[in-house]
């Protein structure tokens, strides 16, 4: 078990804040017992804590908690909940700290820039509103990007199966004289064309699916199911331009 820092917090203050977030009230902790709170858990990734030492005494993890009841950027990530009497024992100056919950606290923008003179101030709505930011603009620059590759692989596509009409014409032909109607020919035609613009767009829907997937926690659902949408539509219209021109061009 390697050295590792954690901030403290003692099991009275964490429940007060807890029921004030509407959690469900944990088990009293055991005297050798801790709750370790880390929200950047992932389990591919990181170590799976099952015991901490503090002052030389090992204290078994009754509980992670993969959400954080206080903002990370003024208590870091980590965080031990203690017995309070472990807590009292432990050395070192202990700190104190003010805590506002506040409602819907995404919109209050207002609120956290008022309160942001004092020293050492930080807001899970001021770091909500970074985080929007960036974001999207990340996504911003990446639908752009995935507009500009998607009308060119449309106009690639598109070209290329015209040019292949030229070869086609005659394939057509012969099936009009072996007795095919012109309703079955389009149908083959449909068919032949919409195999060349699967690939392409199930590789879109499954690479947007991954974004979704990636936002899913942010406010950004809507705009990528809005582009989903806009893509699949785009690329219906360059499906049926297609189909049109060549069949026009072959019968």
Not at 179 to 204: C, E, H, M, N, Y
């Amino acid at each position: 078990m390697g050295e590792r820092e954690y901030g403290v917090i003692d099991e009275s203050t964490f429940r007060d804040v807890a029921t004030d977030l509407g959690w469900d009230t944990p088990e009293t902790l055991a005297s050798d017992q801790v709750y370790l709170i880390d929200p950047f858990y992932d389990e591919r990734f990181s170590e799976n804590v099952t015991a901490v030492e503090l002052d030389g005494v090992t204290h078994e993890v009754a509980s992670r908690y993969e959400e954080t009841p206080l903002n990370v950027m003024t208590f870091g990530g980590l965080l031990l909940v203690t017995p309070d009497d472990v807590f009292t024992a432990l050395p070192g100056e202990a700190l104190a700290y003010q805590a506002v919950s506040v409602a819907d606290y995404k919109e209050q923008t207002a609120l956290s820039e008022s309160l942001s003179i004092e020293a050492n101030f930080s807001s899970a709505t001021a770091l909500y509103s970074e985080a929007m930011a960036v974001h999207g603009a990340l996504l911003f620059v990446g639908s752009f990007l995935g507009l500009v590759f998607l009308v060119a692989t449309g106009s690639i596509i598109y070209f290329k199966t015209m040019t292949e009409a030229e070869e086609d014409r005659a394939k057509y032909a012969v099936l009009r004289k072996v007795g095919i109607s012109k309703r079955d020919v389009k149908r083959t035609i449909r068919q032949q064309i919409a195999v060349v613009f699967l690939a392409p767009f199930s590789l879109g829907i499954v690479h947007a699916s991954v974004a979704l997937v990636a936002f899913s926690r942010m406010d950004f659902t809507v705009p990528v199911l809005v582009w989903m949408g806009v893509y699949s539509a785009i690329y219906a219209l360059y499906y049926v331009l297609t189909v049109r021109r060549f069949t026009k061009q072959v019968i």
